[in-house]
């Protein structure tokens, strides 16, 4: 399995994850707000300490992203492109997000895919503060309120990450995180496995990975790829993912992993869920 050495020494626990009770909610995207309070603001009225979220559709303009990129210098094994700005409106096809805490203020994880004006399929890091809703949809979130998660220096990495706290009780979902070389298949078959979870299914969720290897048989070469969760589960404890992937060129790949071939890059936030409760609208 592919290994990027990181800059800091390796953390000893590999996968961190806290149990709890996740709320579903359902609300809509707001237009004329920067996404960050579009999303956020629902989930602080909901009492949420951190969530994990989806949506489908709607748009933005402006919209400003970046894209997985080569180290800027030998502190990161990977980093960012310089930011871009398409010119008139980018819809969506699908972005998952992590909601916490940054110096106390609300937070976004975003990774998506998108079609710009241009016409070409795209996806990657959106930046949020910068990104305007110019057209409304739905979107689903999984909410923890005893479960904060929040940024925090990572060693390892080199990088400031969302890193989740609180004291781990039983209840309908884990939030987790994974950390570098893990491969992400294994690594949600034992976070449910640990949770006491024989079947559950993957809600949101995004990290990196070290390119990708899909069940389909195609490739991505790239050392880092931006990646969301399209779909997931774990079933009499056998894990199952299909992902958006985004290489470093912007290009969008899909499809069902192959187990033991899809190492994390530098993080992955995971929320599994062992049942299904229904939504709760929100005005």
């Given at each position: 399995?592919?290994?990027?050495?990181?800059?800091?020494?390796?953390?000893?626990?590999?996968?961190?994850?806290?149990?709890?009770?996740?709320?579903?909610l359902?609300?809509?995207?707001?237009?004329?707000?920067?996404?960050?309070?579009a999303?956020?603001?629902?989930?602080?009225?909901?009492?949420?300490?951190?969530?994990?979220?989806?949506?489908?559709?709607?748009?933005?303009?402006?919209?400003?992203?970046?894209?997985?990129g080569?180290?800027?210098?030998?502190?990161?094994v990977?980093?960012?492109t310089?930011?871009?700005?398409?010119?008139?409106t980018?819809?969506?096809?699908?972005?998952?997000?992590?909601?916490?805490?940054?110096?106390?203020?609300?937070?976004?994880?975003?990774?998506?895919a998108?079609?710009?004006?241009?016409?070409?399929?795209r996806?990657?890091?959106?930046l949020?503060?910068?990104?305007?809703v110019?057209?409304?949809?739905e979107?689903e979130?999984w909410?923890?309120?005893?479960?904060?998660?929040?940024?925090?220096?990572?060693?390892?990495?080199n990088?400031?990450?969302?890193?989740?706290?609180?004291?781990?009780?039983?209840?309908?979902a884990?939030?987790?995180?994974?950390?570098?070389?893990?491969?992400?298949?294994?690594?949600?078959?034992t976070?449910?496995?640990?949770?006491?979870?024989?079947d559950?299914?993957?809600?949101?969720?995004?990290?990196?990975l070290?390119?990708?290897?899909?069940?389909?048989?195609?490739?991505?070469?790239?050392?880092?790829?931006?990646?969301?969760?399209?779909?997931?589960?774990?079933r009499?404890?056998?894990?199952?993912?299909?992902l958006?992937?985004?290489?470093?060129?912007?290009?969008?790949?899909?499809?069902?992993?192959?187990?033991?071939?899809?190492?994390?890059?530098?993080?992955f936030d995971?929320?599994?869920?062992?049942?299904?409760?229904?939504?709760?609208d929100?005005?």
């Amino acid at each position: 399995m592919r290994h990027l050495v990181q800059p800091g020494p390796i953390h000893p626990v590999r996968i961190d994850s806290i149990g709890g009770d996740a709320v579903p909610l359902r609300f809509t995207l707001r237009r004329g707000l920067p996404l960050t309070e579009a999303l956020t603001g629902p989930l602080i009225a909901a009492g949420f300490q951190s969530a994990t979220l989806t949506f489908k559709g709607g748009a933005f303009n402006p919209f400003r992203y970046v894209m997985p990129g080569p180290a800027d210098n030998a502190s990161h094994v990977a980093y960012f492109t310089a930011p871009r700005a398409p010119e008139d409106t980018t819809r969506i096809e699908q972005a998952n997000a992590t909601f916490g805490w940054s110096d106390d203020k609300p937070f976004l994880h975003c990774h998506a895919a998108w079609t710009e004006p241009d016409g070409a399929r795209r996806g990657g890091h959106i930046l949020p503060h910068e990104s305007i809703v110019c057209e409304e949809t739905e979107v689903e979130a999984w909410g923890f309120p005893t479960i904060r998660v929040a940024t925090a220096a990572d060693a390892e990495t080199n990088f400031t990450l969302f890193q989740p706290s609180g004291t781990t009780s039983p209840g309908t979902a884990v939030f987790a995180r994974i950390k570098p070389n893990e491969d992400i298949l294994t690594a949600v078959e034992t976070i449910a496995a640990a949770h006491g979870m024989r079947d559950a299914v993957v809600r949101g969720s995004l990290g990196s990975l070290i390119g990708a290897r899909f069940a389909h048989g195609a490739t991505v070469q790239d050392h880092a790829t931006e990646v969301l969760v399209r779909s997931g589960r774990v079933r009499d404890g056998v894990g199952s993912l299909d992902l958006l992937v985004v290489d470093m060129a912007g290009q969008v790949h899909d499809g069902p992993l192959i187990r033991g071939a899809n190492p994390v890059c530098i993080t992955f936030d995971l929320v599994l869920e062992r049942s299904h409760p229904p939504a709760i609208d929100h005005p």
